[in-house]
């Protein structure tokens, strides 16, 4: 039971994006895209979400291929959240999570119990029912990412992917996003996330995949991938650490101390 | 900053109510002519076989009009609503692929070789010959997987040299004469059609409907972006090429029995959008009916006012149009911002 991903490679206009990269992920399981900006983090996560087809390796889910499993039964396997979230501005915040049910519809079939429930659920969960009738333009931008998150979990897919899903949110709102992310591994959802705040990462993910210019540099808890040497080799930064109530924090502090 | 997702209309009623406004306008459109008629003695006549004169003004002459108006209209309407979907802009109209440029060439063509004076059907031929050409073109400028720019790129290409080719043919006429009727052609009309050319357009206009009221779902899941649409399980490459396919069904035909008549697929969706809640794919029917309305009815208004020779009807829609895209700047403005 896994989406499974080996030995991926991704040429885009000539230049070498991911080499030989592996990737697995697990129902239950939060798994943390990390590494600086251009590592290849997005395309990995597009490889995953069958949105982009690698030039070299393949994509397994529970052992059968993408071509085996078919276009509908994986929109329905994998939910995708895109880095931005583009919503039509005069669209209502139900009709749009409403639109994360399509997989699951036959077409031009009207919404059926299932549905509305799957959208009810989406919208308590992301904390949306006040302004569930409000056009998307009118949220704030906090509003408009928990509506575009609802629009993910309405998929009520096994898997969620979602592309920097903290990117221009509020402390308070990161933190109610992971631990949002967190609730529904618990429930057994297999969940990946591209992160750039390396503490965030470090408490809310089981484990974290590592990567740096399209390679895979570790994989592993957050413990053993960020070791004070990797933060230096691969973002190029030391880092204030310690721990409180048990869990750990990395606070970035400078650049990398010139050596040599 | 209100609230204002719905109006609250079901969809069925909305195109209910669309629906019989075409009807109530072909009726109209039955009724209005040059020649005084006994409308009921006339049909009453045709459906009895009697060919008398009033029966034979209305199945030869005014038949044909409503029908067209109605079916060109909905072609438009609905390509419009396709279009601003497919590229996700509201400035987008069936026009923009260069599928309509280049059925007006091919029709011109026709007009320019002589070809119009030998075969009654020569033009519409000529028309849809230059839109399959077109699409052909165009696909395989595409290749697969093309980009949106790509297509917006394309089309401009063809538009661009579809109405180069034109001004050639216009340019090079025999003599005035024929320009001037090349010209009046360009503007759109529905006056002297005849039930051939409505047999000729109906079964690929029908397909051509089919083919995009099928990615109704595609479409609303496209409004959220195409990883997004990609994701929710919907082929990008597939839905495009159903779009392209089915405007240049139904938009060639129509060009190329009526000649280009604009503003209708530019400003009916934008009318319609809000009362099916900004769900572009519930736009696709509903534009499709709100355009045979306005082309109907502009088609009523050349007859009813009172100038001779009757206007032109691309002429007429673009005079009704364009106010409406001032109201919609003016609204877009306070809106969105």
Known sequence: MAITASEISVMLGGRPVLQQVDAQISPGEVLGLIGPNGAGKTTLLRVLAALLTPDQGRVDHDGASLRELGRGSLARRVAFLAQGGEAPASLSVEALVGLGRLPHRRPFARAGEADRRAVARALTLCDATGFAARAVGTLSGGERHRVLLARALAVEAPYLLADEPLAGLDPQHQLDTLQLLRRISGEGTGVVVVLHDLTLAARFCDRLLLLDRGQRIADGSPVEVLDDNRLAEVFGIHALRGSHAGEPFILPWGRKLARS | ?337
């Not at chain 2, 401009?156 to 025999?174: H, M, Y």
């Open chain 2, 1 to 337: 900053m209100t609230p204002h997702a719905s109006l609250g209309i079901r969809p069925a009623s909305l195109l209910s109510l669309l629906a019989l406004a075409v009807l109530a306008l072909a009726a109209v459109s039955l009724a209005v002519g040059y020649a005084p008629l006994a409308l009921g003695q006339a049909v009453a006549d045709w459906l009895a076989g009697q060919k008398s004169l009033p029966a034979l003004v209305v199945y030869e002459l005014r038949l044909p009009r409503a029908l067209l108006g109605a079916l060109v209209g909905f072609s438009l309407g609905m390509a419009g609503a396709a279009m601003q979907g497919l590229l996700r802009n509201p400035l987008a109209e069936p026009g923009v692929i260069g599928i309509s440029s280049a059925a007006a060439f091919g029709a011109v063509l026709a007009f320019y070789s002589g070809l119009s004076a030998s075969l009654a059907l020569a033009l519409p031929l000529g028309g849809i010959a230059g839109a399959l050409v077109a699409t052909v073109i165009l696909f395989i400028l595409l290749g697969r997987g093309a980009s949106t720019t790509t297509l917006i790129l394309a089309g401009v290409a063809l538009n661009s040299f579809a109405g180069a080719a034109t001004s050639l043919a216009l340019n090079l006429a025999p003599n005035p004469y024929a320009t001037l009727e090349i010209v009046f052609w360009l503007m759109g009309s529905l006056a002297d059609r005849s039930m051939s050319h409505v047999w000729l357009v109906l079964p690929p206009m029908l397909a051509g409907w089919l083919l995009m009221a099928s990615t109704a779902p595609a479409l609303d899941a496209l409004s959220l972006g195409e990883d997004t649409a990609a994701s929710l399980g919907f082929d990008l490459v597939w839905l495009r090429a159903r779009l392209i396919g089915g405007t240049a069904l139904a938009v060639g035909s129509a060009v190329a029995v009526t000649g280009a008549i604009g503003f209708v697929g530019l400003v009916v969706p934008h009318l319609l959008r809000p009362l099916v809640g900004h769900r572009p794919g519930r736009l696709l029917v509903a534009s499709g009916f709100g355009g045979a309305i306005l082309v109907l009815a502009a088609d009523i208004g050349v007859r009813i006012m009172p100038v001779r020779p009757e206007l032109k009807l691309g002429v007429v829609t673009a005079l009704i149009g364009a106010p409406f895209l001032f109201t919609l700047v003016q609204r877009l403005r306070r809106e969105v911002l």
